[in-house]
């Protein structure tokens, strides 16, 4: 029972900074629908979407290197690893700033070669800064940690609300002093978005001074080496689960037919698309939270913490919580559109946020079994399983979206982590068995799908109080999550052992 305490402990800390932060970005989705149309936020989306890849090719792998290295000698690794971030980082980012305006014109965005500079100050702060958190998460100073995240969010979402709610308002309405309202600019628009992202990821720098001033340069060709070889399968590996992710945003808008939704453009459905997207940030949240605790324990050096067992008990108690999440999300939706999307015209591709959610929920269980492949330096299986979901994510999107548009792109991913996760509990239990309880977790999966299904089910024929009604199915499953998963002896609820 330790273990779950030790991890419930250190995810709900991790989990304060990432879930206070990110609800507060997710507040931003109603700062970006109320100030622009879907068309307008177009950009925005596809820009991010290509974004969260260049990430990827920031750090290499490096910060689950780090994990595994940094163990055995842990000032002389954070040095060269952060070392070869800075250095790359660089030669990437001056890349991107002499080629900014070329490449914004083949995405179709001429004269807006600034936000990709932006862009790429944005990538380069956040692969430097990723060391020294992965230092924070692994000597276990989770102040530190909270407190430098928090800060830079918090600053994000004052210049977002400063620019678009305050700023842009003054400038269209011709109200409030004329420098004021000179200040903003119509034709950045959405570029606000950016320049409010890079200068809330340039305040880490003060929050991580402890941390750098501890830094020297340091390189040594053969660690490097050594490194490499352990970190770039998990590159690919990434590279692929992202494109997974995103490669939808980037297809959508190449594939939709003329007219699939009338009334709407191509940029419209994206938009709509991007911003449902959004919504499905409840189950990331869960599943960020936790791998910022469970990794450096499970690839950590062996102790009783760390066993099969635990880490099988440990992914039943994850499926459990998410899947009071992916049913407690999609039966409000119906007043979170209404919350969170502030123009009725994104409320159409509502219906992709329940396919998302579980999409979410099977990839969040494929991260905690990726424990196997990581500790027995079997990083290339990694990427072959990944690659098999980003084969099936592109193939399902390419051949379905002239079908069935933007549901094409939620099925599609919801296809890919399920073989994925498939494959990572099949390789695992060949290479490092775990006890995993299958039909534990598929029973959660199925009573989840049924609980949805009851909600929605009740309000659309009975009529009676809307939110009572949707509830029905999350009490439900509340319930028998308290009769299956606890004894309830002397009217205190104890944890059944299994």
């Not at 931003?28 to 109320?34: A, G, S």
């Not at 380069?124 to 995240?149: Q, Y």
């Not at 009725?344 to 991260?367: C, D, K, R």
Request: charge should be positive.
């Amino acid at each position: 029972m330790s273990i779950l305490k030790k991890l419930a402990s250190e995810t709900l800390s991790y989990g304060f900074s990432t879930i206070l932060g990110r609800s507060l970005n997710f507040l931003l989705v109603f700062v970006h629908t109320q100030a622009f149309l879907p068309a307008e936020l177009g950009i925005n989306v596809k820009l991010y979407g290509y974004m969260a890849i260049a990430n990827i090719l920031y750090t290499y792998g490096m910060e689950t290197a780090y994990f595994r290295f940094a163990k055995e000698a842990p000032e002389k690794y954070y040095n060269i690893i952060l070392s070869a971030i800075i250095a790359t980082s660089g030669a990437f980012t001056l890349l991107l700033f002499a080629f900014s305006d070329p490449i914004m014109s083949f995405l179709g965005y001429a004269e807006k070669g600034i936000f990709l500079k932006w862009l790429a100050l944005i990538l380069a702060i956040d692969a430097i800064t990723a060391i020294p958190f992965a230092k924070l998460r692994l000597e276990n100073k989770i102040k530190t940690f909270v407190k430098a995240k928090i800060a830079s969010i918090l600053l994000n979402v004052g210049l977002n609300l400063a620019f678009l709610m305050w700023l842009k308002p003054m400038h269209e309405q011709g109200f409030g002093p004329s420098f004021l309202r000179d200040l903003y600019q119509p034709e950045i628009g959405a570029g606000y978005i950016f320049l409010a992202n890079l200068i809330g990821n340039a305040c880490l720098f003060y929050w991580l001074k402890a941390e750098f001033a501890a830094y020297r340069w340091t390189w040594d060709w053969m660690e490097m080496k050594s490194l490499w070889i352990y970190a770039y399968p998990i590159m690919f590996m990434s590279l692929a689960a992202m494109f997974n992710l995103m490669f939808d945003r980037l297809l959508l808008e190449e594939f939709l037919p003329a007219n699939f939704y009338p009334g709407r453009t191509s940029q419209d459905a994206l938009g709509i698309y991007g911003n449902c997207y959004k919504l499905s940030v409840f189950m990331s949240l869960a599943i960020q939270a936790f791998k910022y605790a469970a990794e450096p324990l499970f690839l950590g050096r062996t102790t009783a913490d760390n066993s099969q067992k635990n880490l099988a008990l440990v992914t039943h108690w994850f499926v459990v919580v998410c899947s009071v999440l992916w049913v407690g999300v999609s039966v409000n939706l119906f007043w979170i559109k209404e919350l969170f999307l502030r123009k009725a015209i994104y409320w159409e591709g509502i219906s992709v946020v329940p396919v998302l959610l579980l999409a979410n929920l099977f990839l969040g269980v494929y991260y905690t079994q990726s424990v196997w492949f990581k500790k027995t330096n079997k990083t290339y299986m990694g990427t072959m399983i990944t690659l098999v979901g980003l084969v099936l994510t592109i193939t399902g999107n390419i051949v379905f979206i002239p079908l069935y548009g933007y549901m094409a792109c939620a099925w599609s991913f919801l296809f890919s982590s399920f073989v994925m996760m498939t494959l990572s509990y099949i390789g695992g239990q060949k290479y490092d068995p775990t006890p995993y309880r299958i039909a534990a977790g598929f029973i959660y999966i199925v009573l989840g799908a049924g609980c949805i299904g009851m909600g929605n089910y009740l309000a659309d024929r009975l009529e009676w109080n809307t939110f009572v009604l949707e509830n029905v199915g999350l009490i439900l499953l509340i319930l028998y999550i308290g009769l299956k998963e606890f004894s309830w002896k002397k009217g205190r609820p104890q944890m059944i052992e299994k």
